[in-house]
């Protein structure tokens, strides 16, 4: 790589720019580059080896034309971070910002620099602008990705005013530090220290006038500029005029003494020097009686550049003048030069309001004289500028004699002199090494400094290693240029903002004329060597192989020509390896392309000779040797694919065969893989689109799955070590390169044998190829019976390849080989392919152990074979055995899977061996009982093929009217009760029916509106026989899912005194308005069920669970959990219960002006929400009368409104046919549930009875009423009460029904009674009409309930006789 000058920023119409600052060029054509660019490099690489060559040739002619000078005599800052341009000159000023460029795709540039704002900025009479200075600001909000918050616009004047602005233009500040013209701004950024022992490089800014220096600090001055900014836009939002005044600067202002006149100058921070040259500087100034202090003292250090003499150096020792704070107070309202502000019509101003015209000036403090300690004296030499290098080692000047000066600051000599650039303009470059290997530690990295010269007058653009370096880099260049070279940073950085955020964009920058601004790019080896350095060379070839692989597209004779004669041409080993290492990496190069640069690239390092060898040359020989040994087996496995082998298809015989067992045992194999093939042919997912593997797995592909450890050990244990698998390539590369190998395992007409000679004369290590091989095996689920002969011969070959001790363990113990492969197993979700790499590892570890302990190595001693025959003599070794459970548990996890793909649910987890063992004992009920449960199936589905042993059986769900369904659960009943033979302790009916109540109830609480979930907890937690299992599953449920949302629930019902609309009761209590009666009345039956199982008396249950699951760990399952649980308080359970009556009374009939906690007294009120096993004071039925009405009278509603739902139930037969049950059931369970809370209240049940038999007369539903009056106890109140709805019933019958019968009836009866019945109101019925024979049949039951000679009973005598008369 080669220095370079990069195109990385451009002006969008440099023109307009040109002719705002300078209107006399208006009619002049824009500028255009006057020299082609050039890289700077000579493609002619003959040359070498020769002495370096002269200059470009550039014309020293006449000097050019003033038009084309006007970037010359413009003020020029370009922001550090690219995304400001300031151009100034005389009072006007142009400022430019990065903006998108519509175009950018065609011209390359994304951004443009576009004007954002232009115009004057004159505020004092003849002040012209003399410099100016884009600085960044820091952003102190995390997520601004590193780049600055705003950049401040810094302006210095001929009137001495130093001015801040915005990037729009708008003024922040004002300021006189110093009666004379600005000549320079200069800054100084944090910069984090390179070592440990450095100081840290503080901020400031620099304002030099021609003879005081201010220098203001950096955190003063961000703090201010944030303030001021934040009180314009402040202003420009509210329109109106502010007078806050900002923080005060601080400032420290020096008088420069001693030197004639100063140009420039640069700031090197504060240093401590050493003793030495603190006790040489107080001799030098103060003789042999100066006072030496014992602690140096800490100075800060300019360097000046100017006349008399020619460079100065100034020490200002800490603490020898104290900051000055300035009088903002004069900073006095200027006018805001932004749009806002004009559009607002405000003046800014900080702390005055006089006007312009009549304001003061300011007061000029003081300046602390600092004397110069020594300099160069050159009395002709006029200096012109001043650069300090970014490690604060060098500065380099200029001057009128056309000569760049480098000065060392630490020794204050000059040590280097360039001739013959008049104009020069400078700028320096700071390049760090590129280390190769991560992990060193960054303050060893090498700094390279390269100072950058700008010949206007000849066209030329250099680049120079500083201090003794030679020239590096020359571009021809327009001239008319302008060099920038900022030298700070953004500001408001520290040692911890710093970090993550780039300060710098470029260091060095050339603006054109025509508006391109370039940066100078340069390698850090360019500092290691002059010219004929070997790696600059190297690199160079390097850069050039690159490029030819990269504009080439498919492999020739030519470019493989080329590529060998570039590698044999480098001379560095480790950059020829890079270039083999690209070559490699190329994706249409093919595998003998690859061999062939390999073999010449070895054959060319070993013809030099052993003595000529360095060890990197060795390890490029063992590379290629490594890589040309993969690409040969690349190449073998690709033509492998293409065979094929003639073997038996009867899979009974392969599985004898193959894997040495019995036709019963091969018989059992088959039938537990027939349930599951019938489900993977049946999944439409389970089918994909496959692609040959030689298409998409190129040698490129091949070999980057690989990684390359080199060792030059002549005595190497073992020649696999040398070749891993890399780190870096993802788990899908992995499969990938798993099945390239070893895709003829998976092929049942494809042969094994020439991929096992391929494994046996690889040089990859039998453990990788190992791993490779279970993980390509294990990652799909169509691995079948027909594989295992394939399988077998490539595992016996590795079992033959590796160490025997890997396989054969000791006695009592067990081999690594098999026990990675059984946690391998145990750890897949793709159950089959497990099992049947189980079966084949099985056998092979069988055949191991039987193969050595028949002791055919004759050589072995007798000490090993007595080993292994007591092993044999004491049962099978333990490898064998745990293959054994592991097959044995694969088979029951198969079982298991069979049963979770009927639902096909997505959600469901993935089964594994090793998640059952450590997910507790539940872990299989548990995921049995998540897939009935999303299923959303009910009781009746499963009730009594799975849950009772009865030989009768319902029909499958009365709800599954579609074949689809129907025939879904049709096999989940099969499935589940295979599985139950499998696994009759984990899939207890008991077991089995607490954990589908537990899933439910967890699907109910994931989604609180899916409230049917809750209510199928509860039915199936209704079918557990054993009343301590029940019980504590109940208050399980209770705890964890109901209790919380319940108490809720009750308390905004208390509050809002009825039903509470969605939104509100969505953010009380989670659950919309919809579902909340069916969650008070599943709330009311989970209680139910703890009363009566609080009641029962059962004996404590025994959960066993089966022999091949004993090393099962993990949390304790649900019925263990459940059986722990305490006796809950039933006195306690009773009172949850009425409220949750009354809750759900509310709710279900939509009751108004009903606070459901008013119901009870105090005590009552401070029982509830307790912990059911506590024994809190509970209410007795002795309550006040006021507090009984009022629980009467809400019971009474209630009643009233159970029976009127059975009003809408009499309409057409369809809809009662449909609506009727569940409405007699309501009308039929409330009633009851009323009863019961009137009796725990201490009420008078015989009151409800009475007039549950009134409003079912009014509604019309006699054969009902008539039921429930059996049950009534006080006979003549009842018959009073019924007296008058028969009595309502005949008036409406005589009055409105049948007026002309009526009148005539009427007459004949006596006036007792036709009053009577006059007086009556038939509408306070619900229903008032009836046939005659209901009012005969409840008229006759009113006479037999009547005491005879009671005035009511003489009434119920003549309704009889008119009743009679009427039909």
Known sequence: MSCQLNVFADFHNITSVRNFLFPELRSEPPVSNEVSENDGWDEDWGSWGEEGGEDPDIPDGREPDDKHQWLQECVISLSPTNDIVAVAHSDRCVLLSQKFNSGGVSSGMDTKYKIVWEGSLQQEEGEQITAIMCLPLASQKRSMQGGPDWTCVIVGFSSGYIRFYTETGTLLLSQLLHSE?????????????RFLGDNEQHEELLILFKRALVTIDGFSLFQSLRACRNQVARAAASGSESTLQPPPLAYKKWAIQEQEKVLDLCSCGVNTPNPFDHMRTAAMLGGPSANIRPTPPAAGLFITSGVGPYVGFFYAVEGSSQPILSDVAYAVAHKLKSAIMSAASGWLGFGSKHKEEEKQRPKIEPATPIPMRFGLPDKRRLGDSIYLSPNNSYVATTDSFGRVILVDVERGTAVRMWKGYRDAQLGWVQVKEYVHHGGEDGSKE???????IYAPRRGILEAWTAASGPRVAAFNVPKHCRLISPGYGMMGLNNVTCKGVKGKVFQCALIEPSGVVKSVDIPFHLALSDKNSKRA??????????QLLKDSKEETAELQSSVIQLLQDTRISHVTQQGVERVLATKYVSSQFMQEVLRSCSSHITNRGQDSQDINS??????????????????????????????????????????????????????????????TDSDPVAKKVRFDITEIFHPSDFLSCFQFQPNLSENEPSKHRSINVSDSITQEKRVGLGRFIFSQCTNPDGSSDSLSTVIQSCNISPNLLLDLLVLYWLSEEDRTLEMIPNLHRVLKVLVSLTDQSNVLAKPGGTAMWWKKMRYSCSHSPRIQP???????????????????????????????RGEMSSQGGDG????????????????????????????KTNNIAEVTVSKILEGGRGSISEAVAYMIASLELHTGDLYDTSMTHSTEKMELGTESAHSTQSTTIRNLQGYLIELQKRLPHSLENEVLLCNICWENAIIWFKDLDKVQHLGDATEYLKLVTNAVLRHGVASMLWHRFVKKKFQALAQLMEKVGKVPKDRLSRKEVGIGEAYMPAFAGFTVDLIQILREANCEVNEMPVFNIEPIWQTVRGPSSLVEQAIEQKITNYGLLTHHYNLAVIMSAVLTFNMKSAKVMTLFDAKGKHAFFNDFTQHPLLPSQNVDSALTSSRKEFLSRIVTCAVSTLDSSQGSPTHQAHQGPKKDAAATKWPALVL????????????????HVIELYSGGHDKKAEEVLLTVNDREFMGSQLLLVAGRRVAHYLLESHKMDGVKLLTNVSPVLSKWLRSLEPGQLRRPEADVQSIAMLIHHVANYLPEGTPEYELAISLVDLVQSMS
């Open 446 to 452: 090498r700094i390279a400094q390269f100072l950058i």
């Open 181 to 193: 013209p600005v000549q320079r701004l200069k800054c100084r950024t944090y910069e984090p220290p």
């Open 834 to 864: 497990a099992y049947i790499l189980a079966l084949v590892c099985r056998s092979l570890c069988g055949e191991v152990v039987q193969n050595q302990s028949k002791g055919k190595d004759p050589d072995a001693d007798t000490e090993t």
């Open 1236 to 1251: 019961e809370l009137a009796k725990d209240f201490g009420l008078d049940l015989d009151f409800f009875k009475r007039q």
């Open 618 to 679: 060795k390890l490029l020989v063992r590379f290629c040797q490594t890589h040309s040994d993969l690409l040969q087996m690349y190449d073998k496995i690709t033509q492998n694919g293409k065979q094929a082998s003639e073997q038996s298809t009867n899979i009974a015989e392969i599985l004898v065969e193959s894997l040495h067992i019995s036709n019963p045992e091969s018989t059992h194999i088959m039938n537990q893989l027939s349930s599951d093939k019938l489900q």
């Open 876 to 903: 099978p070794p333990q490898d064998l055995e745990d293959w054994s459970l592991l097959v044995k548990q694969l088979e029951d996890v198969l079982a298991l899977k069979n049963l979770l793909r009927v639902g």
């Open 537 to 546: 060379r190297d690199l160079h070839l390097l850069k050039k192989l690159k």
